[in-house]
């Protein structure tokens, strides 16, 4: 679905490639997180995703299309719904289903299959009690999950998140990896960057980036077994982890598949 094949990217009047010979391959259906420290390139590579920058040397295809023919730009932008960290930017309207039936209207759909495309938004986000509610009055979360709606209702086949968490409280950030994961079972190719090692342990698999640089790709079982990798990279693993890992040193044994509270608290449990 997507393929960087030794991508290589610098910011004019950069010093150092922002993208360091990245080559990546996303299946379709898969639910992939981006995880790395602040600068490491994240937001770069999602923006090659779309056809946001190109690339200074290789190339990225999206859907069988290279994004560095122009005439593939608008069909690879009708298959790539992207959302971003702050809600507020992402919204236009006051009213929450006229803010998901935006994008649809300014393509010209014709307006029952606007209708049926804003219902079925507001309920693929499970904010459909919300249609008529005004925009301002919704939390983060809330927020966040209308743009994400707003997206869907484009019908793209690939949702990148570029850090759509990072502004929202804890039970902001749960409602929106809930609707992600939600997603991701209906058959939506996701990509999710973020900093929180937390949201990561249910992905298919965790792409570790540093200094431009893809170091690590696999599933999070294995990633959060490379401590030290992790530690180069400036990450930390999630406390579940963390608490996994204290444990073995005490000597008791707890398998590399536990990695979120609900495991390992099976785990702990007959320990006591
Ligand atoms: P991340 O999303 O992981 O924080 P970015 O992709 O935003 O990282 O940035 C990667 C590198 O590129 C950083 O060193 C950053 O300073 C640099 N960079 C990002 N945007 C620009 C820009 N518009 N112009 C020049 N350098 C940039
Ligand atoms: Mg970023």
Known sequence: MIQFDHVTFRYENADEPALCDVSLRIEE????????????????????????????????????????????????????????????????????????AFGPENLGIEPNEI?????????????????????????????????????????????????ATAMLDPSGRKELIDTVKSLHKTGMTVLMVTQYMEETTECDRIVVMNHGKVVCDDTPKAVFSEVELLAESNLVPPETVKVRNALRELGYSIPDSVLNAEQLAEAVCPLL
């Open 115 to 163: 209708r049926s495309r804003v219902d079925e938004a507001l309920a693929s986000v499970g904010m459909t009690n919300y249609a008529e509610k005004a925009v301002h009055h919704l939390s983060g979360g809330q927020k966040q999950r209308i743009a994400i709606a707003g997206i869907l209702a484009l019908k793209p086949r690939i949702l990148v998140l570029d850090e």
């Open 29 to 100: 259906g898969s639910f992939v997180a981006i995880v790395g420290h602040n600068g490491s390139g994240k937001s770069t590579l999602a923006k090659h995703i779309n056809g946001l920058l190109l690339p200074s040397s290789g190339t990225v295809t999206v859907c069988g299309l290279q994004t560095n023919l122009e005439e593939n730009i608008l069909p690879i932008r009708q298959q790539v719904g992207m959302a971003f960290q702050n809600p507020d930017n992402q919204l236009v309207t006051t009213i929450v289903e006229e803010d998901v």
